[in-house]
């Protein structure tokens, strides 16, 4: 009787603790850190993303339909990534997604301008669409900037006047050179100045060799700093090769100084550029070289008067690898750059790195990607937290996907 | 007065012996016959030489039971404890669940009785059956950030052996050991990114230890029913998963690929537990039984390692795939065998106060 009540005693104490011991809460981590999908039918290819201050993000990218009409895909989701709202830009054309901005100024303060480039009539030729959403994901309006052939806008920036500076390349459709004749032209770079009410107030065009392109403009309190790449002959080069271009315009004075980065019979294409919390720049793009084709991810540091360049270099690892977008870390003088790792066969993994601006030295790196997929990279961000969102497109078995990856600062989820 | 006894008791083996070859040439039958007719004319002395050669060779495993029967109540009233002990430890051995009866026996056999048991301390079993797996969801987790993203699961049927021991604490108390073997398998429908439907087969090998208590009801009858309820380690051995994804565009068939099928061991937890409880049925085919049981495992542990939900090359980079955290919960049916393993044995504490209800029974 008393081996009765004790194997009841005993029975009751270990269900006691085994239901005690029920998992009916996971941790929370899936929340924090997470890859999220983006898109409907089709294909979605991502592009820009950006962060509000309440910790929410706009991501755009370019949606191709079953038809293959290419339209223009804006994504907003909450901190968790769940998506809030999404709204796609139908025009009449094919459209393709290049940049997002928050307008602080002006009528349109809050909204966020979208830039796009819409296929024109004439065969391989752009113009450059401005689009106004509202927060809340209505589109407002929008206008058509057609100032040249064909233009093709590389990224936007909201000046404190409350005009945009817009950069890119113009598209040549008569490549003979007029300038350097027996040298192809096929584009140039422009910069246009638009209104806050969207009006063309100015527009530059230039470029003698084969290629240029302006890629971003950083408006500072004395200066516009404007990044870009040619191959026209720079310094000592004698050779046509692209190279990063730095130009920094005085406000004050109107004087102009140009610098430029890049290896000799190399050719390297400026992707981005980001100035750290201690002042100093970064510049990210893919270096070619033009005879044995190889790839890499190509960086240069840039003092903080953006004057001259401290130190350039290729990035080690990935062996093959394209430059995409970089941002500066909370943490002093690094950088965050996020580009293409390319392996064999031509197939791409998202590659992250945290780079030094000091010495370019590469302190963190990972790769994302699935090993028979084509996976690459769009932007990178560090948000105040430390947390690191990177915006991608995933190759999915049988369809693109953008994708938002959320990790924390040492890479991991 | 003990000398004159085992005297007896070794003249009544003697004449067992010398008496063989008779029994040979008569049906055990008649032989069990003849000496039940010896007892009721009371002639004691002669019922063991008649009974042997059916003893040593030929009598079934029933009239072995009333054989021996015969014997015990023949050397109670030849007052022979020792034979009759023995003949009685002889009467359990043919049929271990033997009870005797005051409506049937004299009481002499049931007092006696009341000295003896056969009940075994252990039993083994064997066992064989389907499952399936209902999923108990901890978190949902997709892997599609947009809205009304829709998540089932489906259940898919496995299969399970196992072999197990009872602990007999009493008649009706049993603890349980087995060691269990279990293939189970679940699908998981998601549909996303406006219609896209990706199936989640996850295929399951398990090596379970449940540890329980069993109670049986009804112990005299051919047919016991039964409960039971315990607590399982359950061990993940081996996880293997496929994706299929159907790309369903509007105004388009249906893209269609799959995924090979790979391991999953790595985003699976290796040591889950669980509380099980069933309920059962035992019918008695000789002194085994037959049984078939049905039995809910209701799992403690989330399946899903959590720090392994994403990875740089994770089927959430590669297939879009991402785990819920989940308890995986198991319903099976069996059927099986149980070997008692009998022991027919003199007690060390005799209980009579039942002889004297079931004679006052009978009285009323």
């Known amino acids: 009787m008393m081996r009765n009540k004790l194997l009841g005693l005993l029975l009751f104490a270990l269900s006691f603790s085994a239901l005690l011991s029920c998992e009916t809460d996971g941790p929370d981590d899936y929340k924090d850190h997470f890859v999220k999908y983006y898109g409907g039918d089709g294909d979605q290819e991502s592009k820009d993303l950006l962060v509000n201050d309440d ?32 709204l796609k830009l139908v025009g009449p054309t094919d459209e393709m997604a290049q940049d997002v901005e928050k307008i602080s100024t002006g009528p349109d303060a809050g909204n966020y301008l979208i830039v796009s480039n819409a296929e024109k009539s004439v065969a391989d030729s752009l113009a450059i669409r401005l689009t106004i959403v509202s927060e809340t994901g209505d589109s407002l309006k929008s206008f058509l900037i057609d100032r040249y052939e064909s233009q093709e806008a590389k990224s936007i920036t909201i000046l404190s006047t409350g005009q945009y500076y817009l950069t890119g390349k113009v598209k040549n459709v008569d490549t003979l050179n007029v300038e350097l004749p027996g040298v192809i032209d096929l584009e140039d770079s422009f910069d246009m100045i638009i ?95 033009p005879n044995t084709k190889s790839t890499k991810v190509y960086v240069t540091s840039i003092n903080s008067s953006f004057i001259s360049v401290n130190t350039e270099a290729t990035v080690a690892s990935p062996n093959q690898g394209e430059g995409v977008a970089t941002c500066a870390a909370i943490d002093g003088n690094f950088f965050w750059v996020v580009g293409n790792e390319i392996r064999s066969g031509g197939l791409r993994n998202i590659w992250l790195g945290k780079l030094d601006g000091t010495d370019l030295s590469t302190v963190f790196s990972r790769t994302f990607g699935g090993p028979s997929n084509d996976d690459t990279a769009s932007k990178v961000l560090q948000l105040d937290n430390g947390d690191v969102l990177i915006l991608g497109t995933m190759e999915l078995v049988n369809q693109k996907k953008m994708a938002l990856i959320k990790i924390k600062a040492n890479g991991s989820f | 007065m003990r000398f004159y006894k085992s005297l007896l008791s070794g003249l009544l083996l003697i004449s067992v012996i010398h008496t063989g070859s008779f029994a040979q040439t008569t049906s055990c039958e008649a032989q069990l016959s003849a000496a039940t007719a010896e007892f009721e004319a009371g002639r004691f002395y002669g019922i063991p030489s008649m009974l042997k050669p059916c003893i040593d060779n030929g009598f079934t495993r029933e009239q072995r039971q009333r054989a021996f029967l015969l014997l015990t109540q023949a050397y109670l009233l030849l007052d022979d404890p020792i034979g009759a002990d023995n003949s009685y430890l002889e009467v359990l051995r043919a049929n271990p669940e033997f009870l005797a009866d005051t409506a049937r026996d004299q009481i002499d056999v049931v007092y006696l009785s009341k000295r003896f048991t056969a009940s075994p301390i252990f039993s083994l079993s064997g066992r064989i059956g389907g499952n399936f797996s209902p999923i108990s969801v901890i978190s949902t987790i997709n892997s599609s950030g947009e809205q009304g993203v829709d998540n089932k699961y489906k259940l898919r049927f496995g299969w399970q052996a196992a072999v197990g021991v009872d602990w007999h604490l009493s008649e009706r108390i049993a603890v349980t050991a087995e060691l269990n073997y279990a293939f189970t398998s679940y699908r998981k429908d998601q549909v996303k990114f406006n219609n896209d439907l990706e199936q989640f087969t996850d295929k399951q090998n398990w090596i379970s230890v449940p540890l329980g208590v069993k109670y049986s009801f009804f112990v005299r009858e051919r047919i016991r029913p039964y409960v039971f309820g315990g607590y399982a380690f359950n061990f993940l051995f081996s996880d293997k998963g496929q994706i299929k994804i159907f790309k369903r565009d509007a105004g388009e068939g249906s893209l269609d690929e799959s995924s090979p099928e790979f391991s999953f061991n790595s985003y699976r937890t290796k040591l889950n537990t669980s509380l099980f409880l069933g309920i059962g049925a035992k019918y008695k085919v000789g002194i085994d039984f037959l049984f078939a049981e049905i039995r809910y495992n209701a799992g403690l542990t989330n399946v899903v390692k959590p720090t392994t939900t994403y990875g740089s090359t994770s089927p959430a980079i590669e297939y879009g795939h991402v785990d819920d955290y989940f308890r995986i919960n198991n319903f099976s049916i069996s059927v099986g065998y149980v070997k008692p393993l009998y022991k027919p044995r003199k007690l060390k504490h005799i209980r009579t106060k039942s002889v004297l209800k079931g004679i006052k029974k009978q009285g009323t």
């Not at chain 1, 929410?56 to 223009?72: D, P």
């Not at chain 1, 002959?233 to 050779?239: E, P, R």
């Open chain 1, 55 to 86: 910790g929410t993000v706009v991501m755009l990218g370019t949606s191709t339909e079953t038809t293959g009409k290419k339209n223009v895909l804006v994504v907003k989701a909450d901190v968790e990534g769940k998506q809030l709202w999404s």
């Open chain 1, 195 to 289: 209104g806050s009410d969207f009006s063309l107030v100015s527009s530059d065009r230039f470029g003698k060799s084969t290629v240029a392109s302006g890629v971003k403009i950083l408006d500072r309190s004395n200066s516009i700093n404007y990044a870009l790449y040619t191959d026209e002959f720079i310094g000592a080069d004698g050779v046509y090769e692209s190279n990063f271009v730095f130009r920094r315009y005085n406000k004050v004075t109107n004087d102009k100084e140009s610098f430029y980065s890049g290896s000799p019979r190399m050719n390297e294409y400026l992707a981005d550029i980001d100035q750290s919390l201690t002042g100093i720049f970064l510049a990210v793009g893919t270096q070619i070289d």
